[in-house]
């Protein structure tokens, strides 16, 4: 059983920063890829960015050269730099992590990140 814990979010105003955190735990000492997803009440769930253990990176156009994906602590970690935010980031995000070769994906919690004035 893989868990997700994750940490950061909260609030921050226009053009500031928020860093997200997500480190895996359990019986597995590989993920392929590990990312960030985003949803807003009424919308389907987004994708924001993943990487994957080879260090491709994969951004949505709206949150490039904005955002930073990295992954650290032995590839179990993902974090999620977050640069000149936008009113429209406001959302809830979600850790992810996907592994098709032992039939791997898991979600985390979610955490809420708003941007307001």
């Known amino acids: 059983q893989v868990e997700l814990v994750e940490s950061g979010g909260g609030l921050a105003q226009p053009g500031g920063s928020l860093r997200l955190s997500c480190t895996a735990s359990?019986?597995?000492?590989?993920?392929?890829?590990m990312g960030w997803y985003r949803q807003v009440p009424g919308k389907q769930r987004e994708l924001v960015a993943t990487?994957?253990?080879?260090?491709?990176?994969n951004y949505v156009d709206s949150v490039k050269g904005r955002f930073t994906i990295s992954r650290e602590n032995g590839k179990m970690t993902v974090n999620l730099q977050m640069d000149s935010l936008k009113f429209e980031d406001t959302a809830v995000y979600y850790c992810?992590?996907?592994?098709?070769?032992?039939?791997?994906?898991?979600w985390g919690q979610g955490t809420l990140v708003t941007v307001s004035s």
């Open positions: 992810n992590a996907y592994d098709p070769g032992v039939m791997l994906e898991v």
């Open positions: 359990g019986k597995i000492v590989n993920i392929y890829r």
């Open positions: 990487e994957t253990t080879g260090g491709i990176t």
